[in-house]
């Protein structure tokens, strides 16, 4: 498989977007990379990592693995071991080698993200093992400002996971007062992708036909985004660092182009994303808790506030 440059699908969207040219030039962050003393340092005191992978079904997800400081480990500059295993509960739980792999370590304390994306080869209760193929960083728009300490409070086992097909109210709570989530999709030829999105509570929107939210300005490779050019399949994480509430989303996602500016445009870009949920899991319970919060500055301010009150 060859990762290098961008692929038809970024293409596309770059191209209808209009910055084909501010995206060239960027383009070298996709080239193969390997994990640099700067990226080691940077993994080595992270204590999350977000993954995108596919069940033994071959249906996308994304979740989150925790541990503590030192469970990222550089082994070589295109290795990168994960000492912690999908546990029960979860979606991805069995997750087999052998498939693409799409991750992003993030640091919300310095509002600081890096992906890292390639093929996991190996797999077991407790340790993944990632022959990496993409390294790059993202700009720290949109993340929001956490804290984050170990909880002590031993409510993190795993316990019971809820699945089904259909959104609960409080799982519609959750979607609606969340202020980050994480995208997970995948392309049939250059693999999986976990991108991180943020914005003010709210900006993910919930309707009958399903969620959808603003895509905001980038740094526009349209990773995300041109992915789902290609394939529908999408995957969500949504996080509650106040509760250690984990809800996972896998179904189809796809970019509705409208006047830039419309209600529910928060970020002026024409583009908004619809996803239809099929499948969903309420699992277990992150074993960290936010104990500092701070919005981003520059989240964008939602356009149709009037309407989502009614």
């Known amino acids: 498989m060859t990762t290098a440059g961008f692929h038809d699908g970024e293409l596309d969207v770059q191209r209808r977007a209009g910055v084909l040219q501010d995206a060239a030039r960027l383009s070298r962050m996709l080239e193969p990379a390997e994990l640099s003393g700067g990226i080691a340092g940077f993994l080595a005191e992270r204590t999350l990592l977000v993954i995108t992978g596919r069940d033994a079904t071959g249906r996308l997800w994304t979740s989150p693995l925790a541990g503590t400081a030192g469970f990222l480990e550089v082994r070589s500059g295109a290795e990168l071991a994960v000492h912690a295993g999908v546990p029960a509960g979860d979606p991805l739980h069995g997750i087999t080698a052998g498939q693409w792999l799409g991750t992003t370590s993030m640091d919300f304390a310095l509002r ?73 999709t995948a392309h049939p030829e250059r693999g999986a992708d976990a991108a991180h999105r943020g914005g003010p509570p709210g900006f993910v929107r919930v309707d009958e036909r399903g969620l959808w939210w603003p895509d905001y300005p980038g740094n526009n ?81 939602l356009t149709d506030r009037k309407e989502q009150s009614r």
């Open 112 to 184: 600081r993200r890096v992906r890292i994306n390639g093929t996991l080869a190996q797999a077991t209760e407790d340790l993944l093992v990632l022959d990496v193929e993409q390294v790059y960083g993202n700009c720290p728009q949109y993340i929001q400002q956490r804290l984050l300490t170990p909880d002590t409070t031993g409510r993190s086992a795993p316990g019971d996971a809820r699945r089904g097909a259909v959104l609960e109210p409080y799982d519609i709570e959750v979607i609606r007062s969340a202020d980050t989530f994480f995208l997970g």
């Open 221 to 301: 490779l349209f990773n995300s985004l041109g992915n789902l050019a290609v394939s529908p399949e999408a995957a969500l994480l949504f996080p509650d660092f106040t509760t250690g509430a984990t809800l996972h989303l896998s179904g189809t996602a796809r970019v509705e182009w409208g006047e830039a500016g419309r209600p529910g445009d928060d970020g002026h870009s024409g583009r908004i994303v619809r996803f239809e949920p099929e499948r969903l899991v309420s699992a277990r319970r992150l074993p960290m808790r936010e104990v500092a919060h701070r919005p981003c500055p520059r989240n964008p301010t």
